[in-house]
């Protein structure tokens, strides 16, 4: 007879579960956790309020047990998230979310950006779009990350898209508002070539505000590219510089983050051969530039 004592040092298992965002049978998805000082929540889409999509964010205790819904959405229209980081708590406790809102009309679309606040429970306080109010609705407002400022107002990016000759183009955007969703100002970027469209932002050192972006060019399907940009502005929004982060083939579009220096820091998947619409040849890739666009270092993985 043998005994053999064994000690083992481990990661702590709290909880792995998988969760309907809402109580339709369909696909959802999240790109949003928050953790609040007693749960987590959840900031997703659904698609199983009669096919449209909604808004849903699912709260959960520190267990991982479901604790509180709350949905935006209708029965008529789609409702739909941004990305990651478009769910935010604010400096006096409630909570803001960015995406957008799309009636679908005779001969395209009507997209309104979408700004909502929460209390502390995550009831809606209000809802705001941002957009055309009456047809033709030839303009397109899509809303995808949000940030708050040193003056604690919001500043929104996404895309502005103009539609002519049955084509929709599309400008990077960034809106400002006050913490009651009253507009200051707003910019469309029409000073860059191809479809340049938001996907991050955020409060730079200096005052002003950096987008993370995505610049696209049309063609055939093995000339198509795209290339991860960080666009900088002042603190009201006009355009000061942009820099191009990617290379000759496809990239992916820039999220941004500040280094704890206070620099930039710019996340993308660099690709090294041309794949369109597949991640097979991209590498993560990092860079950090300082509030003039001077690239610190730059470094690519795998």
Same mark, same amino acid.
């Given at each position: 007879?043998?005994?053999?004592?064994? /000690?083992?040092?481990?990661?702590?298992?709290?909880? &792995?579960?998988?969760?309907?965002?809402?109580?339709? !049978?369909?696909?959802?998805?999240?790109?949003?956790?928050? !953790?609040?000082?007693?749960?987590?929540?959840?900031?997703?889409?659904?698609?199983?309020?009669?096919?449209?999509?909604?808004?849903?964010?699912? !709260?959960?205790?520190?267990?991982?047990? @479901?604790?509180?819904?709350?949905?935006?959405?209708?029965?008529?229209?789609?409702?739909?998230?941004?990305?990651?980081?478009?769910?935010?708590?604010?400096?006096?406790?409630?909570?803001?979310?960015?995406?957008?809102?799309? #009636?679908?009309?005779?001969?395209?679309?009507?997209?309104?950006?979408?700004?909502?606040?929460?209390?502390? &429970?995550?009831?809606?306080?209000?809802?705001?779009?941002?957009?055309?109010?009456?047809?033709?609705?030839?303009?397109?407002?899509?809303?995808?990350? +949000?940030?708050?400022? @040193?003056?604690?107002?919001?500043?929104?990016?996404?895309?502005? =898209? @103009?539609?002519?000759?049955?084509?929709?183009?599309?400008?990077?955007?960034?809106?400002?508002?006050?913490?009651?969703?009253?507009?200051?100002?707003?910019?469309?970027?029409? #000073?860059?070539?191809?479809?340049? !469209?938001?996907?991050?932002? +955020?409060?730079?050192?200096?005052?002003?505000?950096?987008?993370?972006?995505?610049?696209?060019?049309?063609?055939?399907?093995?000339?198509?590219?795209?290339?991860?940009? /960080?666009?900088?502005?002042?603190?009201?929004?006009?355009?000061?510089? /942009?820099?191009?982060?990617?290379? =000759?083939?496809?990239?992916?579009?820039?999220?941004?983050?500040?280094? #704890?220096?206070?620099?930039?820091?710019?996340?993308?998947?660099?690709?090294?051969?041309?794949?369109?619409?597949?991640?097979?040849?991209?590498?993560?890739?990092?860079?950090?530039?300082?509030? #003039?666009?001077? +690239?610190?270092?730059?470094?690519?993985?795998?």
């Amino acid at each position: 007879l043998t005994l053999l004592p064994v /000690v083992v040092s481990a990661q702590t298992y709290y909880f &792995n579960n998988r969760y309907e965002l809402t109580p339709y !049978q369909s696909w959802d998805f999240a790109s949003t956790i928050l !953790q609040c000082p007693e749960k987590y929540v959840i900031y997703g889409e659904s698609g199983g309020n009669f096919g449209w999509r909604t808004i849903v964010l699912k !709260q959960l205790d520190l267990d991982g047990i @479901e604790a509180g819904i709350t949905m935006i959405g209708d029965t008529l229209s789609e409702w739909s998230i941004g990305y990651p980081g478009s769910l935010l708590k604010s400096p006096n406790g409630t909570y803001f979310s960015t995406g957008f809102h799309r #009636n679908y009309t005779t001969n395209w679309v009507h997209d309104r950006g979408l700004l909502c606040k929460f209390d502390e &429970n995550f009831d809606t306080l209000w809802t705001k779009e941002y957009g055309e109010k009456a047809a033709p609705f030839d303009t397109s407002y899509i809303f995808r990350n +949000i940030c708050f400022d @040193e003056s604690n107002g919001i500043a929104i990016t996404g895309s502005w =898209g @103009e539609y002519s000759t049955g084509i929709m183009n599309a400008h990077a955007y960034l809106l400002k508002t006050d913490t009651s969703g009253n507009k200051l100002w707003e910019h469309v970027y029409t #000073n860059l070539p191809g479809d340049v !469209q938001g996907y991050s932002v +955020i409060s730079t050192t200096d005052g002003g505000y950096a987008i993370g972006a995505f610049q696209y060019y049309n063609g055939l399907h093995s000339d198509e590219t795209g290339d991860p940009l /960080v666009i900088k502005t002042d603190s009201l929004g006009n355009f000061e510089w /942009v820099r191009n982060l990617g290379g =000759g083939y496809s990239d992916s579009h820039d999220m941004l983050s500040l280094s #704890n220096d206070g620099n930039i820091l710019a996340y993308c998947t660099y690709a090294v051969l041309n794949n369109p619409g597949s991640d097979s040849y991209k590498s993560p890739q990092v860079t950090k530039l300082d509030n #003039n666009g001077s +690239i610190i270092w730059e470094r690519r993985y795998l």
